[in-house]
């Protein structure tokens, strides 16, 4: 059975930095690719960063560029992305989700995240 499980969120203040996990069972990171997007309060679900296959092949939002940085761990079967430099618009649920090849579009993913709450606050 697929499950992708995130850990990680949290409250943290403004400039402060938060590392999320996910957690891949049931496929390998050979299988699928892993995507970060994040839902704000109000706001539609948007797309933060993708790590493909190959090295090199990463992805991120501009909203996030030299803040967030995507990593894996092929042994655990495992994605992060850490967050430094945290801003309030931050704040989101965030989700990974499992593709065949990284995209923004939503729609491709195959498998979801239950998401994890960050709250950027003083």
């Known amino acids: 059975q697929v499950q992708l499980v995130e850990s990680g969120g949290g409250l943290v203040q403004p400039g402060g930095s938060l590392r999320l996990s996910c957690a891949a069972s049931?496929?390998?990171?050979?299988?699928?690719?892993i995507g970060w997007f994040r839902q704000a309060p109000g706001k539609e679900r948007e797309g933060v960063s993708c790590?493909?296959?190959?090295?090199?092949?990463?992805y991120y939002a501009d909203s996030v560029k030299g803040r967030f940085t995507i990593s894996r761990d092929n042994a655990k079967n495992t994605l992060y992305l850490q967050m430094n430099s945290l801003k309030p618009e931050d704040t989101a649920v965030y989700y990974c989700?499992?593709?065949?090849?990284?995209?923004?579009?939503?729609?491709?993913?195959?498998?979801w995240g239950q998401g994890t709450q960050v709250t950027v606050s003083s």
């Open positions: 790590m493909g296959r190959s090295l090199g092949m990463i």
């Open positions: 049931g496929f390998t990171l050979d299988d699928y690719v």
């Open positions: 989700a499992a593709v065949f090849r990284c995209s923004w579009y939503q729609t491709r993913y195959d498998y």
